[in-house]
Each structure stands twice: as structure tokens, then as C-alpha cells.
């Protein structure tokens, strides 16, 4: 019997693997990956119900059913991942000659702000004006200001765009795009957050899909232009992609296949009478896109995605800041299923109801995080079982299942995410979201809309212990359940225990300590210096300095600030200031340092009072860039590089960026 069972088992992680290491090539092979990964899940989970669960006492039974109950919990949510998944789609492009008649629909462009710098704003308004449509009178750009600040105005008037105000402020964010409803008339409404900045090509690439008639609206990916405290403060800028990447490129796409894509608040294009259907953006929650777009959707309106990064922003820039905003997210979810519960909501197909079930199911796997975490620290530290096995079974069971889960999702995400990076995040966020969660579920409700602060600026390194604590407390519990384990496995100190119970348990103490590791260190919030991010580029200039005559050179990064310049000059001077041109625009500057690199010389400089034409055109080969002349970055995703580089540069003094 034994004999019989291993070869089952090495037959299943043997096809497991052929699977894997074919399915890039053979997309039949990836959904036989995605079957082997749920018969062997649902194995080792009709197993763990029927033969795991302790019977020492009362609490022990009560720890099992909630570590199955996790378990169970993360199967589900892999249910809808992998049929969103089992075939992969993508819309057919609709672009502008679909009106042959030149009857282009217009366009009303909602830029809405609260407290954002004025900096922040300029940029997105000025991109929003360099927006290609065949005809530019048609399209009407509102800033949606509830700050009812005077500078907004002025800037406003400046730029020649609509500067709207509201005299209440009721319903935060979807109170002041309703307000711009009402005083505005474009058959369509782009959304856009402050800091989003829309590449010039973004209405070109979006309203082509409303010719269809029953077009409701069209998502865009939010893509961001900084690094997320993942990637800055790991070291990881060039290793890793921002966090939300996978699901603003990956998983909205697949759900476009289900007329089930989630409109997230920005980057977005609407039809103003799918809108009026609806009596406008949803209130009564804080997180309105998402209930904006299932009503619509119940409202039987088609609803699309278009996969191009058409926009990018800032992703939140400190690590207090993203949990602030997640914490928004999961609390918002909550509140939209008990206002709109997916299954109560006339109109909505199979589908439609699983799926956004699913996205605010998602929310509770802080919960169940939290519960992987501590039930190998309730055994090895507390002594409390909330699993009851041997080691043999062990392997029978739950191997196949790891071994199917972890290559499944790694082939089916396509390097966009791997199951090791998701545990750090996940990991890290976890205590906050089950707080979060639980909060909104059963205690307090929290209905104020908080916005993410954007542009943030530190001098100096801080490690923000009040987001570490819970992570550090779980990473101490950790570490000393290995020691205890260890003492008991090699006789230090007697163990009440059995040995294979102990070997189980240091196994998952291991995986769990190495995310809590890393986690624990995206606390520690590196300095950000630089106001704005920088673009590279290779545009070759003359420069006329004031003082020193006329220096060939070239630009290798710049923005709205300033830029980094390479001059074909060997001799360091005495550089002050200066100016150049490019297709007719003049960029004055002041030279504030210079160091020698290889044959050439490297200046840096800040930008003096550039005119508005200028500005433009910066904005225009930066920020927003066409999508046809965007290269997106390429992402290795690899833990193992994440670490290598984190480890060495944590080694040396860390530098400003």
C-alpha cells in the first residue's frame, strides 16, 4: 500500500513539474497544472477535516477548526483566480477610425483634488491638455478642487481649465465628481486622481470602445511612475514591480473577460448616461469606485479594460502610508458589501456575483495570514496543537498540494508575481488588514475618506515603529520557537511533543521568520530627497554658459525640476549658469554640482523659471510620454535577487535618492 501510494504521488509531483516547465509553451498544459492544483488542494483538504484536527482539550479543537478554516478560506479565493485564469483573454482594440463620420463624442475630463500640492496638480493638468483628439474643442478639462483653494484657482485660470467648487462637501470624492455632473455636459467623463498623470495618446486609445452604444466604461491600469515602499525601501527599484502591478495588469484583464472589470477610482472613461443610470458615482462608502462600477454593470452596461499604461501616478511613499491606504480599501470593501452585497444586487450574472465576492473575500486574507503565522508559534512557544499528524502523512498530503500551488501560480502570473513576493506582502500587511477588517466587521466603522498623501519628502532615515511592532512581535515569538525547537529535537531540553510535530512546525517557523525578516524592514523608511521623479533620456543639447561660452552635451535623465547632463567637456570649471534649447524652448538653469564620470563630465542642474511652453514640452517627453513610444520595465521578480541586493546594499551606507 505504501509502495502504491508513493508512486501515485511521484507520477503527480512528476506531472506536476512537465506541466510547469511546458505550460509557457502550451497553454492546454497550464489549465492541466490548474486542475492538478485543485484535486490535489481539495485532497489534502477533505484529508485535513477528516484526520487533523487535535483532540487534546477544548482550545486545541477550537485552533484546528480555525486553521482549516483558513485554509479552506485561501481555496476559495484560488477557485476564482484560477477560472478567471483557465483562458486568457484580451479585448480587440477599438481606436478612433471606428467614427468614419468624424462625429467624435466630447469629452469631459474630471481632475479631482483635495490638499495635493500645486506641483502635484500642474503637471496632471498640463497632460491633460496635451491630450491628442482629432478635435481638442470638444473636450472640457474640470478641476474638481473641494480644497476651494485660491492658488488651485489662480492655477486653473492660468492653464485655461475649469476651476469647480462646491459649497458643502458632503461624500467626499464621489460627492465632488457629482458635483462636476452637474455642471458639465461632455457625452463622456474621464476620472482622474491629482497625481495621475494621462500620457498624450490616453483618449486616442479609450474612446474608440463607445462607439459600441451600450459601452458603460473603460478601465485603465493605474501604473506609477515612483517606487512603492517595496521597492524602495527592500533596494529592490530594478528587481521588483510595484505591488499593485499584477493586479492593474493581470487580474483586471481577466476579468474583462466577465464584463466584471473594477473601476478604481482613476485612469477611468465613462458614458454620462451609464452614469445618469445610476444616479451617479455610488456614496455612502469609501471606496465608491468599486460600488460604482458593479451597478453599472448591473445595470446591464458593457464595462471594459484596455491593458496600456494610458496614465501613471505616486504610489504612496511610505510604508505607514500604503497601510493607511490598504486599510481604506479592505474597511471600504466591507462597507460595499453590506450597502451592496453582490448576491442582494438585482442584475448581476453568476459570474459578475462570484467574482466581486471574491475581491472583497480577499480583504479577510489578512485573517487568514495571521492564522499561518501563529499557529506554528502556538504550538513550539504556548503548546497548544491546532494540527494533529505525522510527518509521513505529511508528505503524502500536503506536498503535492505546496509543490502543485507554488508552480501554478508562478506559471499562470507570467513572472508579473511569484508566490515567495506575495507572502512578503501579504505578510506585512496582514496584521493591519485583519484589524482592519475585524474593525469595520464588528466594531467601529470608519466612513471618513482619507487621501493618500502624495510627494512625500525625507531628509533622513526613520524606522516607523508603529508599524513595525506587530511584526516584530510575531518575528520575537518566531525566533523563539525555533530555538525551543531546535533545543527540543537535539535533547537540550525535554520535549512534551512529539519529534515529528517539531519538524513540521520548524519548517513553517522557517518560511514564516524569512517574510517576517524582510517585512519587518520595509519600516525602516529610507530617505527621499528628489520632489519629483526622474526620466531618462538622451537628447543632445548646447549648452551656453554664462560665463565659460558654448559646451556640447547631452541629458541623461530630467523632469519639471531639473536634469542630469553629461558634458563632452573633461575639465571641471567653474559652472554657475546657463541655458539651452530644444525645438525652440529655452531652459535657463543653475548649475548646483559636477563630478567626473569615466571621459565626461556630469552636471547637475535646477531649472529657472521655465515658461509655460517649456514646461510643456518637458511634461510632454516625460510624465506623458505616448504609450507607443513608453517602454514598460521588465521585472525579474526573483526573491532571491531581491535578497542578494538588499543584503549588499544594506551593507554599505545607504544613499539618498
Given at each position: 500500500m505504501n509502495t502504491l501510494i508513493l508512486g501515485i504521488e511521484g507520477a503527480l509531483l512528476f506531472l506536476t513539474v512537465v506541466c510547469f516547465c511546458l505550460g509557457k509553451k502550451y497553454h492546454i498544459l497550464k489549465q492541466v497544472l490548474i486542475v492538478l492544483y485543485i484535486v490535489t488542494m481539495a485532497v489534502y483538504l477533505i484529508w485535513r477535516i477528516g484526520w487533523t484536527i487535535p483532540t487534546n482539550n477544548v482550545l486545541s479543537i477550537i485552533l484546528g477548526i480555525i486553521l482549516v478554516l483558513a485554509e479552506l478560506g485561501g481555496f476559495c479565493l484560488s477557485l476564482v483566480f484560477y477560472r478567471m485564469f483557465f483562458k486568457k483573454f484580451q479585448r480587440p482594440v477599438q481606436n478612433l477610425d471606428v467614427y468614419a463620420d468624424g462625429q467624435y463624442p466630447t469629452v469631459d475630463v474630471f481632475i479631482a483634488t483635495y490638499n495635493e500640492e500645486t506641483p502635484i496638480l500642474k503637471r496632471s493638468i498640463v497632460a491633460a491638455l496635451l491630450m491628442h483628439y482629432p478635435s481638442p474643442e470638444l473636450v472640457n478639462i474640470y478641476v474638481c478642487d473641494d480644497g476651494s483653494r485660491?492658488?488651485?484657482?489662480?492655477?486653473?485660470?492660468?492653464?485655461?481649465?475649469?476651476?469647480?467648487?462646491?459649497?458643502?462637501?458632503?461624500?467626499?470624492?464621489?460627492?465632488?465628481?457629482?458635483?462636476?455632473?452637474?455642471?458639465?455636459?461632455?457625452?463622456?467623463?474621464?476620472?482622474?486622481?491629482?497625481?495621475?498623470?494621462?500620457?498624450?495618446?490616453?483618449?486616442?486609445?479609450?474612446?474608440?470602445?463607445?462607439?459600441?452604444?451600450?459601452?458603460?466604461?473603460?478601465?485603465?491600469?493605474?501604473?506609477?511612475?515612483?517606487?512603492?515602499?517595496?521597492?524602495f525601501n527592500l533596494f529592490a527599484t530594478n528587481t521588483i514591480g510595484n505591488d499593485q502591478d499584477f493586479f492593474m495588469r493581470s487580474i483586471e484583464q481577466q476579468k474583462d473577460a466577465f464584463n466584471a472589470t473594477m473601476y478604481v477610482g482613476s485612469n477611468a472613461i465613462f458614458r454620462r448616461k451609464a452614469l445618469d443610470s445610476v444616479g451617479g458615482f455610488a456614496t455612502g462608502v469609501i471606496t465608491e469606485d468599486m460600488a460604482t462600477g458593479m451597478l453599472l454593470q448591473a445595470k446591464k452596461w458593457d464595462t471594459g479594460f484596455v491593458n496600456e499604461n494610458l496614465a501613471s501616478g505616486l504610489a504612496p511613499e511610505t510604508f505607514g502610508d500604503l497601510i493607511k491606504q490598504r486599510d481604506r480599501w479592505a474597511r471600504g470593501n466591507i462597507q460595499v458589501a453590506k450597502k451592496w452585497h453582490p448576491w442582494r444586487v438585482k442584475g448581476l450574472d453568476l459570474m459578475q456575483r462570484v467574482i466581486y465576492t471574491d475581491g472583497i473575500h480577499y480583504w479577510f486574507s489578512g485573517i487568514y495570514k495571521l492564522v499561518f503565522l501563529?499557529?506554528?508559534?502556538?504550538?513550539?512557544?504556548?503548546?497548544?496543537?491546532?494540527?494533529?499528524?505525522?510527518?509521513?502523512?505529511?508528505?503524502?498530503?500536503?506536498?503535492?498540494?505546496?509543490?502543485?500551488?507554488?508552480?501554478?501560480?508562478?506559471?499562470?502570473?507570467?513572472?508579473?508575481?511569484?508566490?515567495?513576493?506575495?507572502?512578503?506582502?501579504?505578510?506585512?500587511?496582514?496584521?493591519?488588514?485583519?484589524?482592519?477588517?475585524?474593525?469595520?466587521?464588528?466594531?467601529?466603522?470608519?466612513?471618513?475618506?482619507?487621501?493618500?498623501?502624495?510627494?512625500?519628502?525625507?531628509?533622513?532615515?526613520?524606522?516607523?515603529?508603529?508599524?513595525?511592532?506587530?511584526?516584530?512581535?510575531?518575528?520575537?515569538?518566531?525566533l523563539l520557537g525555533l530555538v525551543r525547537g531546535i533545543c527540543f529535537i537535539f535533547g537540550i531540553w525535554a520535549s512534551p511533543f512529539p519529534k515529528e510535530g517539531i519538524y513540521i512546525n520548524i519548517f513553517w517557523l522557517i518560511y514564516n521568520s524569512f517574510a517576517l525578516i524582510l517585512a519587518s524592514y520595509l519600516s525602516n523608511e529610507r530617505p527621499r530627497l528628489r520632489k519629483s521623479e526622474r526620466f531618462q533620456t538622451e537628447k543632445s543639447i548646447v549648452i551656453n554658459f554664462y560665463n565659460l561660452g558654448q559646451v556640447q552635451g547631452h541629458i541623461l535623465d530630467w523632469n519639471e525640476d531639473g536634469a542630469r547632463i553629461a558634458l563632452m567637456s573633461q575639465n571641471k570649471n567653474n559652472y554657475t549658469q546657463g541655458e539651452f534649447v530644444i525645438d525652440g524652448n529655452q531652459f535657463k538653469f543653475n548649475?548646483?554640482?559636477?563630478?567626473?564620470?569615466?571621459?565626461?563630465?556630469?552636471?547637475?542642474?535646477?531649472?529657472?523659471?521655465?515658461?509655460?511652453?517649456?514646461?510643456?514640452?518637458?511634461?510632454?517627453?516625460?510624465?506623458?510620454?505616448?504609450?507607443?513610444?513608453?517602454?514598460?520595465?521588465q521585472y525579474s521578480n526573483q526573491l532571491w535577487h531581491i535578497v542578494v541586493k538588499w543584503w549588499v546594499d544594506t551593507l554599505r551606507k545607504r544613499k539618498a535618492h
Open positions: 485660491e492658488n488651485v484657482k489662480k492655477l486653473c485660470e492660468e492653464l485655461g481649465v475649469h476651476h469647480v467648487v462646491r459649497e458643502t462637501h458632503e461624500h467626499a470624492k464621489a460627492g465632488n465628481l457629482n458635483h462636476a455632473l452637474k455642471v458639465s455636459s461632455g457625452e463622456l467623463v474621464v476620472t482622474m486622481d491629482a497625481d495621475m498623470v494621462p500620457r498624450t495618446d490616453f483618449l486616442e486609445k479609450t474612446v474608440g470602445y463607445f462607439h459600441n452604444k451600450n459601452m458603460g466604461f473603460i478601465q485603465t491600469p493605474q501604473t506609477f511612475f515612483n517606487d512603492d515602499p517595496y521597492q501563529l499557529a506554528p508559534i502556538l504550538f513550539l512557544v504556548f503548546g497548544q496543537y491546532s494540527l494533529q499528524t505525522s510527518f509521513s502523512q505529511i508528505l503524502i498530503f500536503w506536498l503535492p498540494a505546496f509543490i502543485a500551488f507554488q508552480l501554478t501560480f508562478n506559471l499562470v502570473s507570467e513572472k508579473k508575481q511569484t508566490v515567495m513576493l506575495s507572502n512578503i506582502y501579504e505578510t506585512a500587511t496582514a496584521p493591519f488588514m485583519a484589524y482592519g477588517v475585524f474593525n469595520e466587521l464588528f466594531l467601529k466603522s470608519k466612513q471618513k475618506f482619507a487621501v493618500t498623501r502624495k510627494g512625500v519628502n525625507n531628509e533622513d532615515s526613520f524606522y516607523n515603529w508603529r508599524t513595525a511592532w506587530p511584526i516584530i512581535v510575531l518575528l520575537v515569538l518566531s548649475c548646483v554640482w559636477q563630478h567626473q564620470s569615466m571621459e565626461k563630465l556630469i552636471i547637475g542642474v535646477t531649472f529657472d523659471d521655465l515658461n509655460l511652453s517649456a514646461y510643456e514640452y518637458i511634461i510632454e517627453h516625460t510624465y506623458a510620454q505616448s504609450s507607443t513610444l513608453y517602454q514598460n520595465p
